[in-house]
């Protein structure tokens, strides 16, 4: 933990080491990917396809962020404060 007076000291070691985890499972993804396309050709999407495509992105981050929010609005509200263990004191 860091001094009130201390200096604060630049990013340690453990980000470099984060960043490059990050970018080799990218790398991998991505080299995935390619050997994929490569090995089964480009294929086109119909537009039920991209529709679909659509319609699961839309309502799959809608999910998401009502979710979230709900989430959120529950702690902000302190309505889960009051859940206990279930044993009776």
């Given at each position: 933990?860091?001094?009130?007076?201390?200096?604060?000291?630049?990013?340690?070691?453990?980000?470099?080491?984060?960043?490059?985890?990050?970018a080799?499972?990218?790398?991998?993804?991505?080299?995935?990917?390619?050997?994929?396309?490569?090995?089964?050709?480009?294929?086109s999407?119909?537009?039920?396809g991209w529709?679909?495509?659509?319609?699961?992105?839309?309502?799959?981050?809608?999910?998401?962020?009502?979710?979230?929010?709900?989430?959120?609005?529950?702690?902000?509200?302190?309505?889960?404060?009051?859940?206990?263990?279930?044993?009776e004191?």
């Amino acid at each position: 933990m860091r001094k009130p007076d201390e200096k604060p000291r630049g990013p340690g070691p453990g980000l470099f080491v984060l960043l490059a985890g990050c970018a080799a499972i990218v790398g991998v993804f991505g080299w995935g990917l390619w050997l994929s396309r490569r090995m089964d050709g480009f294929s086109s999407m119909t537009i039920h396809g991209w529709i679909a495509l659509g319609l699961a992105l839309v309502l799959g981050g809608g999910l998401t962020g009502g979710l979230m929010w709900l989430a959120f609005y529950s702690a902000r509200k302190g309505y889960d404060d009051e859940a206990g263990d279930g044993r009776e004191e």
